[in-house]
């Protein structure tokens, strides 16, 4: 078969499909214009091989849905946004880039304007090429909609991008499922799909279930009425026979026999109906409650698991861990749930509503109350729950800072809370006082601080179906701090802020006032406490349990989990997949433990203290570990990221090892270490031949680098400078790895003024970095002095005689000329009063 015929075949088969999904999705209002645009896009296929592009591929494959997928995306579309504009314009609005706008913050309101505008022209366009008789009534429907968007979004375009974003994403999420389960080995879902396909099972049953009760409690009514009727009949039949009375004697036997016969039949059937009407009352009940437990045990699923779940990603997110995801589908299921309790609680209050119409003794009144109360408490706690915070604060809280949150109500659309749209208040609160609260001991509204900006409205989005309270611009004016526990400093106190809010469902039926509580956060007021507050928030975030009192945590880990939470949060920091490998966490464990053994099995079954993570100093230095390590993801986020990702440097590497690996490679060998000795610390080690004994090489090392050193230089440009370093380990030629990060040389001199230069050299291989620029009075030189590391038997560090050694064998610079800093400090002097160049200024 030739290629033509094939792709002919495909394309046809393409198109049948697409002409059924285009006839169901759209409205009977709009088929006939949908048909007619059909053949016209037939038209410009065979026109356009380039129809089919990337950029149209999500809205082809979502014109493929069907069943439940198909009427979901069809949601998403209605006089807020128009099928047929998702249609026409699908490869534009795909091309865009919505995810690049943040909805929390205003200033991106010119850009969302600016898209709103590009839609509106866009639509106008393709009206305008619209012609003959078959687009005569596309023309006015797109023109129509041109106007009609510009119209519900030129005040708040915002909304028109937070409209899009969540129809592509729910448009993704769709295809994505149709696609997994349609997929070789679909029929072997995972567990997620699994489960997710359990709940959408269990829904369709009980929707099955309360629609059987619907028609039982309409047959129930129906048969009650006709035993009101039948009541009545019985009480004028007795009537009559009480009026019997006033008749002569021959009257009265002529026709009081009929009219007992007829009332001994009346209330005969009276009896069996009053019996036939308690059972069907009791078999609803039943029913009822039948419906109450699997509506309680699918809500527990998605409130106690799914729910559950999606806070903990969140927890971990605060880590560098993936994000938690959105909540449309969590929402969607909430919103099932909340649309059964109601119709349920209905039901039930109209089977007591019949129940005092027409009291019949027997055990009902008590099972109906029952049923009330049971289903009472399942529409409370479904509220309760899903009133959660999808933006939490920042866990790391400044005072006199501003910062944000986003509170949101799952179920507010469904239970129509928007038409009375509620106020949500924030406090911020002790870690003893969230325990009392949850304890329900103390409903007093005490706080220990006072935020600026804490009342927000719950405001409701019509595409998205959310509602949602954005506090923008609070700020922590002033914080009150508990007596602290032994040596628990103010960086290990934890609070956090109560998000509080009341409202009434079903026409002021039911009152609830709901609380939730944000992650804890810890209060600092100088960036200086940074450091260590974050380490009480990996902790808390990494090893908190579910269900836990507020906010205690273990004392002690395991080590492996603690390189878990170590890795996301490098990774997360560094933006890059790299992470943490087997022999970084080796000399992490060393480190942690004071051990030597290179062997990973044997740190698996250790634990460590939160004392030991950041309380207590690391032996023989004036820091903790965390306090080490964070300091390695501060400089590298920096100022060596791309170096990081790139695997140029190995880093987690002690200054024995380091010799170990260099002493076996050709000299000018180097490799880049973070330093034992100083928090956010690099420095280079490389092998090189002894200048006072020949035959002989050894490790040097530089004192380490820091921030303050790379804000002058950067670590591409010294490495650039020192021409002695000739590969990178193993064997990678250093420009290679790093030119493309060097800094591009300075243009001439303008207007007779020639420009310093920062350079670095170490003064002993001086001789051998030095280059044709090196004698140019236009360079200044940055000394940086290196440590010798000679090669002895037991691959130990000799003591050196050197007075300008330190213990470690490196130069100290605090005793040597910084020529570096020297000249930074020259360079803030007038230009004049310094620098003589060739030709006078």
């Given amino acids: 078969m030739s290629a033509a015929v094939k792709e002919g075949r495909m394309r046809s088969a393409f198109w049948r499909g697409k002409k059924a999904a285009i006839r169901d999705c759209c409205t009977s209002g709009t088929r006939q214009v949908c048909r007619v645009n059909l053949q016209k896009n037939l038209l410009h296929l065979h026109g356009n091989r380039d129809f089919r592009s990337e950029k149209m591929a999500v809205w082809i494959q979502a014109q493929q849905l069907q069943g439940e997928a198909l009427h979901q995306m069809q949601s998403l579309y209605g006089q807020h946004f128009p099928i047929e504009v998702r249609h026409y314009l699908s490869q534009w609005i795909e091309g865009q880039t919505w995810d690049s706008i943040d909805l929390e913050n205003p200033q991106e309101e010119f850009r969302a304007k600016r898209l709103l505008e590009s839609l509106v022209q866009e639509l106008q366009n393709k009206a305008e090429h619209q012609v003959g008789e078959d687009g005569f009534l596309l023309k006015i429907k797109l023109g129509h909609y041109a106007s009609q968007l510009k119209s519900t979004y030129d005040r708040c375009p915002l909304e028109l991008v937070r409209c899009i974003k969540h129809i592509l994403y729910t448009e993704q999420r769709l295809v994505r499922e149709a696609t997994d389960s349609s997929s070789p080995g679909g029929g072997l879902l995972d567990s997620m799909s699994q489960k997710h396909l359990q709940i959408n099972q269990s829904f369709e049953e009980l929707r099955m279930m309360t629609q059987d009760t619907e028609n039982d409690l309409r047959k129930l009514q129906h048969n009650q009425e006709y035993f009101i009727i039948q009541y009545q009949e019985s009480l004028r039949i007795q009537a009559q026979l009480s009026s019997l009375t006033n008749l002569p004697p021959a009257d009265r036997l002529l026709r009081e026999p009929a009219l007992q016969t007829k009332r001994a039949t009346v209330e005969a059937w009276l009896t069996r109906e009053a019996n036939t009407l308690q059972k069907y009352r009791l078999d609803l009940a039943e029913k009822h409650q039948k419906t109450l437990q699997l509506l309680h045990k699918q809500q527990t699923i998605i409130l106690d698991d799914e729910l559950i779940q999606w806070k903990r990603r969140q927890q971990l997110s605060g880590n560098g861990g993936p994000p938690e995801g959105g ?115 103390n409903t007093r509204n005490d706080s220990s601080g006072e935020i600026l900006n804490n009342n927000c409205v719950m405001e409701y989005h019509q595409a998205t179906g959310t509602l949602s309270a954005h506090f923008r611009n609070m700020s922590l004016k002033r914080i009150k701090r508990s007596d602290r526990r032994g040596a628990e400093s103010v960086t290990e106190e934890k609070f956090t802020i109560l998000f509080e809010s009341q409202f009434s469902v079903g026409g002021n039926e039911l009152m609830f006032q709901v609380k939730t509580l944000s992650l804890p956060v810890v209060v600092i007021v100088h960036g200086s406490q940074d450091n260590n507050a974050t380490a009480t928030v990996l902790w808390d975030n990494a090893f908190a349990e579910p269900g836990r009192v507020p906010f205690s945590v273990p004392d002690k880990v395991l080590w492996p989990q603690l390189c878990e939470a170590l890795n996301m949060k490098l990774k997360a920091e560094m ?89 076996s490679k050709p000299n000018g060998t180097f490799l880049l270490r973070f330093s034992d000795s100083e928090i956010g610390g690099i420095t280079i080690a490389w092998v090189a031949d002894n200048p006072n004994k020949a035959g002989e090489r050894m490790v040097w090392n530089l004192m380490p680098y820091t921030t303050k ?120 002097r007038p230009m004049e009063s310094q620098w003589i160049g060739n030709n006078q200024s």
């Avoid at 053994?597 to 698996?604: A, D, F, K, Q, T």
């Avoid at 230089?713 to 493309?740: C, G, Q, T």
Wanted: with cysteine; charged share 25%.
């Fill in 327 to 441: 909540l449309d589908v969590v929402q969607s299921w909430c919103e099932k749930l909340a649309e059964i309790n109601w119709q349920n609680r209905q039901q039930i209050r109209r089977a007591e509503h019949l129940r005092q119409q027409l009291p019949i003794p027997g055990p009902i009144e008590e099972l109906l109350t029952d049923l009330n109360k049971h289903i009472t408490d399942i529409i409370s706690a479904l509220v309760t729950s899903t009133f959660i915070i999808e933006k939490q604060p920042p866990q790391v809280l400044k005072t006199q800072t501003k910062f944000a949150a986003t509170v949101r109500l799952l179920v507010g659309g469904k239970l129509n809370v928007h038409m009375n749209p509620p106020q949500v208040k924030a406090t911020i609160i002790s870690e003893q006082q969230a325990k009392t609260l949850l304890k329900k001991e």
């Fill in 709 to 828: 050193d790379f804000s002058i230089r950067s670590l591409a440009d010294r490495i650039s400078d020192l021409n002695h370093l000739l590969f990178l380990y193993p064997d990678r030629p250093k420009d290679e790895v790093f030119s493309k990060y060097y800094t591009p040389p300075l243009s001439k001199a303008v207007d007779g003024y020639v420009k310093p230069q920062i350079k670095q050299v170490v003064p002993e291989f001086a001789t051998a970095s030095s280059d044709s620029t090196g004698g140019n009075q236009a360079f200044m030189d940055h000394a940086s002095s290196p440590a010798v590391s000679h090669s002895h038997a037991y691959g130990m560090y000799p003591p050196s005689a050197d007075s300008m050694l330190d213990g470690d064998g490196d130069f100290d610079l605090d005793d040597t000329m910084d020529v570096a800093r020297h000249v930074e400090e020259l360079l803030r």
């Fill in 575 to 663: 933006q890059s997949s790299r992470g943490l490998s087997e022999e970084n966490l080796v000399f992490l464990a060393q480190k942690a433990f004071s051990s030597s053994s290179i062997n990973p099995e044997e740190y698996r079954s250790l634990t460590m203290t939160w004392s030991q993570f950041n309380r207590e100093s690391l032996p023989g230095r004036n820091f903790t570990f965390w306090q080490w390590f964070d300091g390695v993801m501060e400089l590298t986020k920096k100022h060596l990221k791309p170096h990081w990702n790139d695997g140029a440097i190995l880093g987690f590497v002690n200054k024995q090892q380091a010799q170990d690996m260099l002493m």
